[in-house]
Every structure is written in C-alpha cells, then in structure tokens.
C-alpha cells in the first residue's frame, strides 16, 4: 500500500460484455478463455498511478532518449506529445466502454511506457518496451498482475516483425487503438516538404484525427480529416493498413465495431 492508492476512491468492476467474431483471424475466440478476465484476485486500486509513473526520472530519459533515437533513424515523433497522447487516448476508450478505474490507470501507464523499448532498437521495441517496463514497474512497487496487464498490452502494440501485435485484453485493445490512431502532422519532424518520405508526408496531410468512442452503440471509430492535395487517400491506407486491421482486431475484442471517416466520408 502507497500514498498514492490511498487517496484513490474504491473502484467498481464493470465488465462489458464482449462478443467475439469468429473468423479467419484473429485467433481468439476459439477458445473459452474470456479476454476480460485478467482481474485476478479481489478487486482493488492500481498499485502504482500513472503520475507515479509520469514523473520517474528513468522513464522520462527512457522516453527522451528513444525519441532522439527514432529521430536520427528518420522515424515520426515518439516523444512526450506522443506517448501522453496515447495514455490519454488509452485511459477514454476503457473509460468510455464502462472499464473499472485501475484497468484505466494500467491503460494511461501502459501507454506512457509502451515505446520506450526504442532505446535499446527500433526492432521488436514492442517486447523490449515491455521488458523495460517490468523493471520500472516492479520498482515502484507494481502488483505483479498489474505489471502483467501492463506488459502485455506493450508487447501487442508492435507491428514489426513481419506480424502485426495482437490484443489478447481490453488494456492491449485500447493501446492499440490509442497508438495507431495517432496520424498527425505535428508528429513529422522533416521541415523541408520536398524531403519528405510517405510516412512524413501522410503525417502531414493528417491535418485532424479522433477516435471516437460510442459505448452505446459499440461503435469505435477512426474521424481523419486528411488534405488530399497532400497525400491522396490511397496513401493513407498504403501505410496504415496494417494498423487499421489492428484497430478492428482490438475493437473486435473490446465488443465494437471499428470505423475509418476520412473528410466526412465512410471508409470503413
Ligand atoms: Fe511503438
Ligand atoms: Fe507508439
């Protein structure tokens, strides 16, 4: 027991209910095993908060240092904007799918930590942020089962590898979402249009995107407002295919249907 999770107020487990599709992927749904039950034990207050997390020396050099790191390798921004984006993105969608107040906190931590494995190389980061986070986490004095939850909803996030992550729970399905729905032109770093590559320029074009989350109608859906005199749509989905097919993986798992907008119109 901490400071921090005494002043917290007693959470309420409310557990959605979850249908899964059956289909040629993903593979969960084959077996019985319930995605939601990774609360282990009696319900209680995360053991370790996000601002806990937040203000650790470690992390932030962690987070600083891999951000430089991407930057010399030509990568978007993956910094502090990022990785707060994503805890925040996270933390809603649990949030707004009616998710008890830890597994929002372990989404908010997960996602603050979940790219810091690219300090130690752009490749398979996803495990080695994972990894990392199991040191950090364990010494502030994590419960194991949340260190557990953290660290698999890291290591799903990946797309490396040549295999896109997969969710296996809600914490792992809202980072992905979170994550992969960040396109946004303040993430290119190139200042100099004509040089940009097809990342920096469909980063660009992205001049709004929001994932909206509608808990009634199990709806998530992805709004872009993309400049086509910038990157024509195909673009778009040139690159973040593979995403896109997370995000409706990890909206399957949540019991949502997943949705693309792009300028006000229907793709998906
Ligand atoms: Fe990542
Ligand atoms: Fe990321």
Redesign the pocket.
Known sequence: MNDQQDTLAPVKILQPTVTIELGDEPRYGKTATDPNAICIGDVYAPSVTYEMVKNDPEVRAFIENADNNLGVLGFTE?GFRHVSLVASIARNVLRLLGYDERLQELAAIAGYL??IG?IVSRHA??QS?AILAHSILSRLGMDPNDVAIVMGAIGS??DDNARLGEPVHAVSAAIILA?KSDVHRSRVRVQDPSAFDQHDRVNYAATSSFLRVDGAAKSITLELTIDTSIAPVIEYFEIFLPRMLMCRHAAILLGCAFHITINDVAVL
């Open positions: 993956h979940h790219d690219n980061h996803a942020s996030h990946g994550d």
